[in-house]
């Protein structure tokens, strides 16, 4: 079975196609976006330095760059029940 890019591309996330966001078109968005999402991710998994970092000045920053709602990543450090 051969394997292109456009198909690899469509068949990864078909329901996004054709929608393009500020964090798709800037690379540094982007870049943002991925440090917040690791930063929740390791916060979720119980990194205490992680959850931390979070609530800093650069966080805040951060997602202000990308649009996110600083109230919204300060629950990404609370801990979750499970």
């Given at each position: 079975m051969?394997?292109?890019?456009?198909?690899?591309s469509a068949?990864r996330?078909p329901?996004d196609?054709?929608?393009i966001?500020?964090?798709?078109?800037?690379p540094y968005?982007r870049l943002?976006?991925?440090i917040?999402?690791?930063?929740?991710?390791?916060?979720?998994?119980?990194d205490?330095d992680?959850?931390?970092?979070l609530?800093?000045?650069q966080?805040?920053f951060?997602?202000?760059?990308?649009?996110?709602?600083?109230?919204?990543?300060?629950?990404w450090a609370?801990?979750?029940?499970?």
């Amino acid at each position: 079975m051969e394997t292109n890019a456009r198909t690899y591309s469509a068949s990864r996330r078909p329901d996004d196609r054709g929608k393009i966001s500020a964090a798709n078109r800037d690379p540094y968005s982007r870049l943002a976006a991925a440090i917040l999402g690791q930063a929740a991710k390791e916060a979720r998994a119980g990194d205490q330095d992680a959850a931390i970092w979070l609530l800093s000045e650069q966080a805040e920053f951060l997602a202000g760059a990308v649009g996110l709602s600083w109230t919204h990543v300060q629950k990404w450090a609370r801990p979750r029940a499970r």
